[in-house]
């Protein structure tokens, strides 16, 4: 049962449809899959929800936090 569901989830995030967090700055460089992200603590910007496809089209990777 927890294959079953780890390849669901695998699939949710590779398709670019999961929800994700960035924070709203020209400095970002990650995008993060929990609102309270440590890697977003120090965002001085808005945090706003987006997919990972628009993340990744503005050049984010994943946070290390949660990579």
Same mark, same amino acid.
């Given at each position: 049962?927890k #294959?079953?569901?780890?390849?669901?989830?695998a699939?949710? #995030?590779?398709s670019? !449809?999961g929800?994700?967090?960035?924070? !709203?700055?020209? *400095?970002s460089?990650? #995008?993060?899959? $929990?609102? !309270?992200?440590? *890697?977003?603590n120090?965002? @001085?910007h808005?945090? @706003? $929800?987006?997919?990972?496809?628009?993340?990744e $089209?503005?050049?984010? $990777?994943?946070? *290390?936090?949660? !990579?």
């Amino acid at each position: 049962m927890k #294959f079953i569901l780890a390849i669901a989830l695998a699939y949710c #995030f590779s398709s670019g !449809d999961g929800v994700v967090y960035i924070c !709203d700055s020209p *400095g970002s460089v990650a #995008f993060h899959y $929990k609102r !309270d992200c440590r *890697g977003l603590n120090n965002c @001085k910007h808005e945090v @706003k $929800k987006t997919t990972v496809a628009e993340a990744e $089209k503005l050049g984010l $990777k994943i946070c *290390g936090w949660e !990579d």
